[in-house]
């Protein structure tokens, strides 16, 4: 790892080792070893949108028909519903 030839698995989170892979591999990655030598940091550039528009919520009667096992839920316009 601080070498620049490996980078750390998603599974080694659950190891007791996890903190030592981390840091070994932060510390390849600011001294730009192997694997590391073109790696630009995006997650620091990305910034999330600002949705400024209001939300706009126009509820609607309706009759649900079906719930299934899975939870999948059917449902009909209130109006379309004829008694």
Known sequence: MEN???SV????ERS???????????????RRLKIW????????EIKPEEDVSE????????VVTEVTPELHVYVQFAKDVSN
């Open 4 to 6: 620049g030839l490996a």
């Open 9 to 12: 698995h998603f599974s080694a």
């Open 16 to 30: 007791n080792y996890f903190r030592q892979l981390q840091s070994a591999e932060d510390q390849a990655k600011s």
């Open 37 to 44: 030598k073109n790696f630009e940091d995006v997650k620091d």
């Open 55 to 62: 939300r706009k919520v126009e509820p609607k009667a309706v």
